[in-house]
């Protein structure tokens, strides 16, 4: 099977599962207060500094993470973070690849969501718009993860590229 054709299968699997997951943490902060009504969240300005703490973790944590799983698909050492619903386990970069975009999409809209429902609860509690604006910002934020197809497809072949740059580059550090 070729490459082209792994990746269109690994993408025709993934992929809706991927925005499945994607829609779920960007309608989890907006049913929050109905599913989750917490009456000892953080005010306004520590959720605030919460909102700031997570935007960081989100620029570092994600790149890293997938970074490492790169490195371990390189060196032929890579094993999958989570289960692949009774399916068995990608074999290919290009399927390693998909899985690593899965982890690195949950990982980074985790954290944004987790900042806007601690936003949503800090409104709840102060009734201060400047708590429901922030939200909304990463609520945005969120959605602008959202995968398809197309966004992964050209993720993956771009890590391709740079898994054959390291593969070359490693024969020169032995």
């Excluded at 994607?22 to 989750?36: C, D, E, K, Y």
């Excluded at 429902?117 to 718009?129: C, F, H, K, N, T």
């Excluded at 429901?132 to 072949?157: E, G, S």
Aim: glycine share 4%; with cysteine.
């Amino acid at each position: 099977m070729s490459t082209s054709d792994d990746l269109r299968e690994q993408l025709a699997r993934q992929v809706p599962e991927l925005q499945f997951i994607a829609i779920l943490f960007v309608l989890l902060p907006v049913f929050q207060p109905f599913l989750f009504p917490l009456p000892l969240l953080p005010a306004t300005d520590q959720a605030c500094g919460m909102a700031l703490a997570m935007l960081a973790a989100r620029l570092i944590v994600p790149p890293l993470v997938m970074r490492i799983h790169c490195r371990q698909i390189a060196r032929g050492a890579w094993s999958p973070d989570w289960a692949f619903n009774g399916q068995v386990s990608p074999t290919s970069d290009a399927g390693k690849l998909t899985a690593v975009y899965g982890t690195r999409l949950f990982i980074a809209v985790a954290l944004l969501e987790c900042a806007a429902s601690s936003l949503v609860g800090a409104y709840q509690i102060g009734r201060e718009p400047l708590a429901l604006v922030v939200a909304a910002l990463l609520i945005l934020l969120i959605a602008a993860h959202f995968p398809t197809r197309t966004r992964v497809a050209a993720w993956v072949k771009w890590q391709l590229r740079l898994l054959d740059d390291d593969r070359q580059l490693a024969q020169f550090r032995r």
